[in-house]
């Protein structure tokens, strides 16, 4: 029921509109916040729900994009058997 009231930055929808892999861009380092993260990566775990972490110092260029979009390949297959075409 936690995890209800918890949103993710982002969502790439694999087999539905809820089912899929959830982004984070975590981005500050107050206490309260860095309490907030461990415990939202904690309900990702425990709920067995892939996710992707980018952090806000990560170099925001053509490799950290490849390297993104190969992440949520391989989750998308790991946790759902396959990786949807996307549209462009």
């Known amino acids: 029921l936690d995890f209800i009231r918890k ?9 539905g ?3 899929g892999i959830y982004i984070e861009y975590w981005g ?6 860095l309490k907030d993260r461990k415990e939202k990566e904690e309900l990702y775990k425990q709920n067995n729900i892939p ?14 994009i490849y390297t993104l979009i190969q992440d949520l390949k ?3 297959k790991e ?3 396959f990786m949807p075409e996307w549209k462009k």
């Open 74 to 76: 391989r989750k998308a």
């Open 17 to 19: 509109p809820t089912k």
């Open 79 to 81: 946790y759902f058997g």
């Open 7 to 15: 949103k993710c930055d982002w969502l790439i929808p694999i087999t």
């Open 28 to 33: 500050m380092n107050t206490e309260k916040y």
């Open 51 to 64: 996710y992707v972490g980018i952090e806000k110092d990560d170099p925001k260029d053509s490799t950290f």
